[in-house]
């Protein structure tokens, strides 16, 4: 399932069993597969919890799980399952004072979320705005250890009108950063390399054919 600019009312279904889902795309020459619990993004609890540790026995390839993660527990618990990477967004943002234990228990496999609509940070599912800077927000990350983001601009996510390229740049010269929210194209792709990104997450334009798997790896690899 995906949303449209994080919206809960505007829901796209593209498959019933997400693990099939997984065993397709890694099928199809993925590297790495990202997952969220929506549910938990907005409720804070993972109510797809079971699901989500199927896939990770499902598949081979390195799987980056967000959504609901809102104790360092519950991530040690997703890397025990098969989890490579754990991605946390409204714990880092409402309790910023935690982050160092955070980094100091997870360290490489600690990813933060930067969700954000008009270039401030939302949580909660992104139903939720704060008043946190995206770019400084990111350099407050980058002092408390954090390596490496996921940025959103939530008002292009599942849009297809292409990726914030400018603020990817800008967050791409604090820590490492993957672009996400809006990417439809090869181009898009290509602009984001070229902004710094190390990767990109892409699902609507893949589930609905705007591009396939082989020519996004073509570009990136």
Known sequence: MRLVQGDFEREK???????????HWEAQGA????????DGARDGVRTNAAVIARLLKAVRVPVQVGGGIRAIDTARS????????????TAAAE??????????????????????RDGKVATHG??????????????????QGVKRVV????????LLTGPNVETT????????????GGVS?????????????????VGTALYEGRLTLQEALAVTC
């Open 169 to 180: 740049r800008q967050v791409a010269n604090v820590l490492r950063v993957i672009g996400s």
């Open 126 to 143: 992104w139903l939720t705005a704060t008043d946190l800077d995206v770019v400084s927000w990111c350099e407050t990350l980058a002092r």
């Open 95 to 116: 309790q910023p004072e935690t982050l160092a234990a955070w980094t100091d228990e997870l360290g490489e496999h600690l990813v933060v979320g930067v969700d954000a």
């Open 151 to 158: 940025y959103t601009d939530v008002s292009r996510d599942g």
């Open 185 to 201: 194209s090869l181009e898009h792709l290509r602009a984001l390399a070229g902004a710094g990104a190390e990767g990109a997450i």
């Open 78 to 89: 997703l890397l025990e399952d098969g989890a490579d990477r754990v991605v946390i967004g």
């Open 31 to 38: 590297q790495r597969l990202h997952v969220v619990d929506l």
């Open 13 to 23: 279904r593209y498959a019933d069993d997400p693990v099939e889902m997984a065993r």
